[in-house]
């Protein structure tokens, strides 16, 4: 078993690129779990089929190939919602979470990103960061990034939809999101992204030694 560490979250908190970071400062594997279900959601949208069926959507689930997994590819915002609609079914969370653990096991060590890695997919992860920021911060992030690659939004819109994503996230009966009780809570909120990396690397470091 390598070394893991489980950094959850809601949206456009700053989990990818905490993950990132970190994945590269110690030579680790990063798995990006929203991919998983947004290849899954894809699949089922690109095949014209409906997303309330559960087993098909849990075949699509079962093929999906962490290998092949791009965010440029599945960055749609209608990936986006349909991913989230499709991760209230258990048996696609059950198929996605396998693939998740098997990933995890890979040496040296793991960095895995979602909502539910410190507290369903890997509870056992040495080191768990729950990586927050408040709503409008978060939804600023998002307006700043599609306006940044010149398109066009409306911030009022991003605002709704990032609270609608958290109330989906958090209030799903199956592994909703929540921090684990022994995550490490992050606020980002009035946190550059240096100074986030630098609070993760310590509480690694830290946890590093006792291993
Ligand atoms: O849009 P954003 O980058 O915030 O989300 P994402 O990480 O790409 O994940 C898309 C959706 O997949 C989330 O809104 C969750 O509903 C779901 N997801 C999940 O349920 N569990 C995970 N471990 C990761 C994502
Ligand atoms: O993976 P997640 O959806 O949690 O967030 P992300 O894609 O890592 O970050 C969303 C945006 O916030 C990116 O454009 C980051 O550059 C930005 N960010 C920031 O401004 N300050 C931070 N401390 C973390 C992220």
Known sequence: MGFVIAIDGPAAAGKGTLSRQIADAYGFHHLDTGLTYRATAKALLDAGL???????????????????????????????????????????????????????????????????IGTVVCPDAPVKLYVTASADVRAKRRYDEIVGRGGVAEYADIFADVKKRDERDMGRADSPLKPADDAHLLDTSEMSIEAAFQAAKSFIDAALKKN
């Open 50 to 116: 409906a997303l309330d069926d559960e087993a098909v959507a849990e075949t699509m689930a079962r093929e999906v190939e962490l290998a092949g997994l791009d965010r440029d590819i599945l960055s749609a915002h209608a990936i986006g919602e349909a991913a989230s609609k499709i991760a209230v079914m258990p048996k696609v969370r059950r198929a996605l979470v396998e693939a998740q653990r098997a990933f995890s096991k890979r040496q040296p060590g793991t960095v895995l990103d979602g909502r539910d």
